[in-house]
């Protein structure tokens, strides 16, 4: 891959993604849906957040193409569209808990002198 067509590609990945992941509530939500659905309302009872904050931040998860809904009769249900997602959070996750590590072990280091 040339250096312009990755620079693209990863201009792409931070407009498409990135940005839909610059919130910790989407990323909850992502979460929350990635074990089945969920409504709207099932998403507000458990972010503890106004129905309107849920909404938006699904509707820029669903405008990503992050997360799918699908009608279940007056209910829409929201679920994560690809559950690789959530392995990427993953590892995202267990590179800060290295990190957090490290820096805990560092300051340890200069305790114990």
């Known amino acids: 891959m040339t250096p312009s067509a990755l620079e693209n590609e990863i201009n ?3 407009e ?7 919130d910790p509530k989407r990323i909850l939500l992502l979460y929350m849906t990635a074990d089945g659905g969920k409504t709207v309302n099932e998403l507000t009872e458990l972010l503890g957040v106004p129905q309107s904050t849920v909404s938006r931040h699904l509707r820029v998860l669903r405008e990503r193409g992050l997360v799918n809904t699908t009608r279940a009769g007056t209910s829409i249900i929201y679920a994560i569209s690809d ?12 590179v800060l808990n290295k990190q957090l590590s490290d820096q805990v072990d560092l300051t340890a280091t200069f305790i114990v002198k």
């Open 12 to 14: 792409l990945l931070h």
């Open 16 to 22: 498409r993604i990135c940005v839909a992941l610059g």
């Open 83 to 94: 559950s690789r997602l959530v392995e990427a959070l993953d590892l995202l996750r267990q």
